[in-house]
């Protein structure tokens, strides 16, 4: 009866381990996905842009390079650039509103959002009124004149309307107060682009009604803090 012999492998057949290149890859692209993840949550859209621009000259991906730590450099310096910006145009602004005579109309203020120009309601407009005044459309005018200039018109501009919290007179034209703070903000920017010549866009609107206070409505004072129209410069270009 003739013997039966196992066969046996001197050398490992090379195709058993082509999972582990596969496997490779995959880990490879997880630990890149969850990188990004991390860097997305933590930092703003100009880290993010750092990060893509760092895998610019991997195999197979993007050309050209550079380096993330470089970037990530570059966005400190940049933002703090932009923020020294920012303290520069409310000078100039401040400065501005002086020699016009109109510093105590028109409050400047640097917030996280932008540079704020806060007018009192009463300088625009009338008791529950949205037509602007004819006086202090040359107001609008002499502000349009600044925002048109180089420094400034790269940046895009909000206008916000604002009340106190009594409401309206249901006989109004502007039943409540959200329809008076949109109507306002919106006779603004219509007013900038149709008479002061700024771009349209450039320029939203936005009512907020009572909802974003800057001062307690439980006094005749503060009710008039709330009562405003705030112009915002806003920091992204």
């Keep these: 009866m003739p013997r039966k012999y196992r066969k046996t492998l001197d050398i490992e057949d090379p195709s058993t381990n082509n999972w582990m290149t596969t496997y490779g890859d995959m880990v490879t692209l997880l630990l890149t996905f969850f990188i990004l993840l991390f860097s997305i949550s933590e930092v703003n859209s100009q880290k993010f842009r750092a990060i893509v621009n760092s895998?610019?000259?991997?195999?197979?991906?993007?050309?050209?390079?550079?380096?993330?730590?470089?970037?990530r450099n570059d966005d400190a310096i940049t933002n703090q650039e932009i923020e020294n910006s920012f303290v520069e145009l409310k000078n100039v602004l401040e400065n501005y509103l002086?020699?016009?005579?109109?510093?105590?109309?028109?409050?400047?203020?640097?917030?996280?959002?932008g540079l704020i120009l806060r007018f009192q309601d009463n300088v625009l407009f009338s008791s529950g009124k949205a037509?602007?005044?004819?006086?202090?459309?040359?107001v609008l005018l002499d502000i349009s004149d600044i925002l048109v200039k180089?420094?400034?018109?790269?940046?895009n501009i909000r206008v916000e309307g604002h009340t106190d919290s009594v409401p309206t007179l249901t006989t109004s034209?502007?039943?409540?107060?959200?329809?008076l703070s949109v109507a306002r903000a919106?006779?603004?920017?219509?007013?900038?682009?149709?008479?002061?010549?700024?771009t349209p866009s450039r320029?939203?609107?936005?009512?907020?009604?009572?909802?974003?206070?800057?001062?307690?409505?439980?006094?005749?004072?503060?009710?008039?803090?709330?009562?405003?129209?705030?112009?915002?410069?806003?920091r992204s270009e």
């Design 150 to 155: 180089e420094a400034f018109k790269k940046y």
């Design 55 to 71: 895998f610019q000259g991997s195999p197979g991906i993007l050309k050209s390079g550079s380096s993330v730590f470089d970037s």
């Design 131 to 138: 037509n602007i005044k004819t006086e202090s459309k040359l």
């Design 186 to 198: 919106s006779n603004v920017v219509k007013f900038l682009i149709e008479e002061a010549g700024l």
């Design 203 to 234: 320029l939203s609107a936005a009512g907020f009604s009572e909802y974003k206070p800057i001062a307690p409505n439980d006094t005749i004072d503060g009710k008039q803090k709330n009562r405003r129209v705030d112009i915002v410069i806003l």
């Design 173 to 179: 034209k502007y039943p409540t107060n959200w329809d």
């Design 98 to 113: 002086k020699v016009k005579n109109v510093d105590s109309k028109i409050l400047v203020e640097l917030d996280q959002s």
